[in-house]
């Protein structure tokens, strides 16, 4: 049985877009001659972001990994600020949703939880798993939020009614979880019904029956995808940051996503390590980890962008 640590309830079950994903933000990028997107910014010093999250409005949020603080930038400004305080333990991947809702994975800490972007409220909390676990990203849909866990083959199933408690989906099928980190971001398929996994430690993507927890491998016609990290679909087109390649392998998949051809890669001379990915307008966002540089009080972090 999965521990609930706090829970808030919500009135309203979340709004979700339907199986094509419509990109934040497309008309006002395109639209306005007086207003341009920042191509980069930077996040506070020794922040270590790894998630993050863009929804209808010019902002993105980014979780620490070394206290849990959510950041909020403006796209416009490169301008931000700590809009909710962390647990200590760290954020990873953020996905928000139509109401203002911002679910964060609890990575080492195997928990989830639900900010308020408004006031910086927890929503709700969950505790899906206990060591050796690494929560690591989420992804919403319909039927819930799910969450991966690095450490452990199942997905974590969590309300958006946030009443009620989450459940574990084993995954079973195709993907095997082997040493070191496995399953990493989760995305949608192009038809909505589904679910795509990258496993990083065999650079392998993976589909997921959301209700079963079935995997098939996705045949990309033998590339792999070394280093893989954050995913987005937006229509067909598929996003796969590869981290420490410094790059993001961009797909073109059928509509089940059982299968895709690379069309092009997307990188940044400023790419440090970048992790996830969200896009707004016809630019893609990617914070920099900086994975394996030592962390001071004076490190620097930012966020640079690519064209779709």
């Known amino acids: 049985m999965l521990t609930r640590r706090a829970l808030i309830t919500s009135s309203a079950a979340a709004a979700l877009t339907a199986a094509t994903l419509t990109v934040p933000g497309a008309a006002t990028a395109h639209g306005s001659r007086h207003r341009r997107l920042q191509d980069s910014f930077p996040l506070p010093n020794a922040?270590?972001?790894?998630?993050?999250?863009?929804?209808?409005?010019?902002?993105?949020?980014?979780?620490?990994?070394?206290?849990?603080?959510?950041?909020?930038?403006?796209?416009?400004?490169?301008?931000?600020?700590?809009?909710?305080?962390?647990?200590?333990?760290?954020?990873?991947?953020?996905?928000?949703?139509?109401?203002?809702?911002?679910?964060?994975s609890g990575g080492g800490a195997g928990s989830g939880r639900v900010v308020d972007t408004r006031s910086g409220r927890i929503l709700a909390s969950w505790t899906f798993a206990t060591a050796p676990t690494f929560v690591n990203d989420v992804v919403l849909t319909p039927k819930g939020a799910f969450f991966t866990d690095s450490n452990q083959p199942f997905l974590y199933k969590a309300p958006l009614s946030l009443r009620g408690e989450p459940v574990k989906v084993p995954l079973t099928g195709d993907l095997v979880y082997q040493t070191g980190f496995n399953v990493n971001g989760i995305t949608r398929t192009p038809d909505g019904r589904n679910l795509l996994v990258v496993q990083s430690n065999t650079a392998t993507l993976y589909r997921v029956d959301p209700d079963t927890g079935v995997t098939r491998a996705v045949d990309l016609g033998g590339y792999p995808l070394t280093n893989g990290d954050g995913l987005l679909t937006v229509g067909r087109t598929l996003y796969v940051v590869q981290n420490r390649s410094n790059q993001v392998a961009v797909f073109t998949l059928d509509w089940r996503g059982l299968s895709g051809r690379l069309t092009g890669t997307r990188t940044n001379p400023n790419f440090d390590v970048p992790t996830t990915v969200a896009a707004y307008g016809d630019r893609l966002y990617l914070p920099n980890a900086r994975f394996g540089t030592t962390v001071t009080p004076d490190t620097t972090y930012s966020v640079n962008s690519v064209k779709r």
Do not use: H, M
């Open 47 to 104: 922040f270590q972001p790894e998630g993050i999250a863009i929804g209808a409005e010019p902002f993105a949020y980014f979780g620490s990994l070394a206290n849990g603080d959510i950041y909020r930038a403006n796209l416009f400004t490169g301008r931000g600020e700590i809009i909710s305080t962390g647990p200590g333990t760290s954020s990873v991947g953020l996905k928000i949703d139509g109401y203002g809702r911002l679910f964060v």
